[in-house]
């Protein structure tokens, strides 16, 4: 268990309202990053950061920003939902530089 | 390997037999691979990662093969079992000098082992 925390675990909302999911680890670990998983594509990868208040663009960053004030959470914002989004959310975090990625159990986010 | 549209590929074993699900990566600069497993509803699982540097690497009842000359990446499961029932896929990081340590992932192969 990598003690990371994702909440919520499902939600379901309309186009154009604000969506914030949290990610929260337990060991102080300096990078965390933020995927999305879509059927017929491998995991995504949308923000990550490198410590607090640093952060970066990945891949499929567009309509969504990220913050993390402390360097056990990291939150993933839309700030205005669109039915592309409509997605499966992993939080992941990075233990040293050759060691894998672990993961939390995700968020389903449904947008209507 | 690699997913085509929509489907995953499935990987079809009965209980006892060995498994080999393949994966073929895209950067010759990759210098660490992982495999990962994931159940239904359920984050991605660490299974074993093996560098560049080796060609071969064991763990409990799993092994990970590296062949750079083709790009390609296997995993073999021993004695397969009901619960490994699940889409294992594989990631590459790409070493462009930083340490970020990004992943570059593939889509899976659905593995469902017969009783």
């Known amino acids: 268990d990598a003690g990371i925390t994702q909440s919520p675990r499902h939600k379901v909302t309309e186009t154009g309202t604000p969506v914030t999911l949290r990610c929260h680890q337990t060991e102080n670990h300096r990078y965390m990053y933020w995927y999305r998983q879509d059927p017929g594509h491998g995991l995504r990868l949308i923000h990550y950061?490198?410590?607090?208040?640093?952060?970066d663009k990945g891949e499929v960053s567009d309509g969504y920003s990220v913050s993390r004030s402390k360097t056990e959470d990291f939150l993933l914002t839309l700030e205005s939902a669109t039915s592309s989004q409509t997605s499966v959310y992993f939080c992941?975090?990075?233990?040293?530089?050759?060691?894998?990625?672990?993961f939390g159990d995700g968020t389903r986010l449904s947008i209507l | 390997g690699e997913s085509v549209g929509l489907h995953l590929p499935t990987l079809s074993v009965q209980e006892g037999d060995n498994s080999i699900i393949n994966c073929a990566y895209s950067?010759?600069?990759?210098?660490?691979f992982i495999w990962y497993k994931q159940e239904s509803g359920k984050g991605p699982q660490f299974i074993i990662d093996i560098r560049s540097n080796m060609d071969k690497r064991q763990g409990q009842r799993v092994t990970v093969l590296l062949n750079k000359t083709v790009k390609h990446l296997s995993l073999q499961i021993a004695a397969t079992q009901p619960g490994d029932s699940a889409v294992y896929f594989c990631a590459e990081r790409v070493n462009y000098g930083g340490a970020t340590n990004k992943l570059i992932f593939g889509t899976g192969t659905l593995l469902a082992v017969q009783p």
């Open positions: 950061s490198y410590g607090v208040k640093d952060t």
């Open positions: 992941a975090i990075n233990t040293g530089y050759n060691q894998p990625q672990h």
């Open positions: 950067n010759s600069a990759s210098d660490y």
